[in-house]
C-alpha cells in the first residue's frame, strides 16, 4: 500500500482514526464527496446516520475500485454531517465500523468532521470525501 497510517508518540492515541497518513505513492485519487445513494440514486437508510455513512463508505469504496484503488489507500476523508452534535457520534462510528468489516479496512485514516446546515439534497445526513494516494 501507498499510505501508512500512524498514531505517533505525543499525540493522543483516537481508536475512530489514525492523526497521520504517509502516502509514498504517485498518483493522487480526490473522490467528490459521497452521499448515501445507492447505484440506481435512490437513498439508502433514510433517517438513518449509521446506514448513511456506511453506503457513503461503500460507494467512495467503489469510486476507487474505478482508480484501480481500494479503502485501503485512502489517505484522508472530510465528513459533512448535517446538524452535527456529540450526540451523533455513536451512530457515526456504528456506521463506520460496519463498513470498515465489509471492505476489511483497518484502521481509519485521517478525517476531519464538520458539521453543515444542509446537504443539497433533503434527507442525505451525511457526505464523506476522500483522497487517496496509490502506486
Known amino acids: 500500500m501507498?499510505?501508512?497510517?500512524?498514531?505517533?508518540?505525543g499525540l493522543p492515541e483516537i481508536d475512530?482514526?489514525?492523526?497521520?497518513s504517509i502516502a509514498t505513492g504517485s498518483r493522487l485519487v480526490f473522490v467528490a464527496g459521497q452521499v448515501a445513494w445507492d447505484a440506481e440514486g435512490v437513498t439508502v437508510g433514510e433517517g438513518d446516520l449509521a446506514a448513511q455513512v456506511e453506503q457513503?463508505?461503500?460507494?467512495?469504496?467503489?469510486?476507487?475500485?474505478?482508480?484501480?484503488?481500494s479503502f485501503g489507500d485512502v489517505a484522508r476523508l472530510t465528513f459533512?454531517?448535517?446538524?452535527?452534535t456529540p450526540d451523533k457520534m455513536p451512530p457515526l462510528l456504528e456506521g463506520i465500523s460496519r463498513a470498515s468489516a465489509k471492505l476489511g479496512i483497518t484502521p481509519v485514516p485521517?478525517?476531519?468532521?464538520?458539521?453543515?446546515?444542509a446537504?443539497?439534497?433533503?434527507?442525505h445526513l451525511v457526505e464523506i470525501e476522500a483522497t487517496a494516494v496509490l502506486d
Do not use: F, H, K, M
Not at 475512530?16 to 497521520?20: E, G, L, M
Not at 459533512?80 to 452535527?84: A, I, M
Open 2 to 9: 501507498a499510505v501508512n497510517l500512524v498514531n505517533p508518540s
Open 16 to 20: 475512530a482514526y489514525r492523526q497521520v
Open 56 to 69: 457513503c463508505y461503500l460507494n467512495i469504496g467503489t469510486a476507487l475500485a474505478e482508480a484501480g484503488g
Open 80 to 84: 459533512y454531517v448535517v446538524d452535527w
Open 110 to 117: 485521517p478525517a476531519t468532521l464538520l458539521g453543515v446546515a
Open 119 to 123: 446537504l443539497d439534497v433533503p434527507g
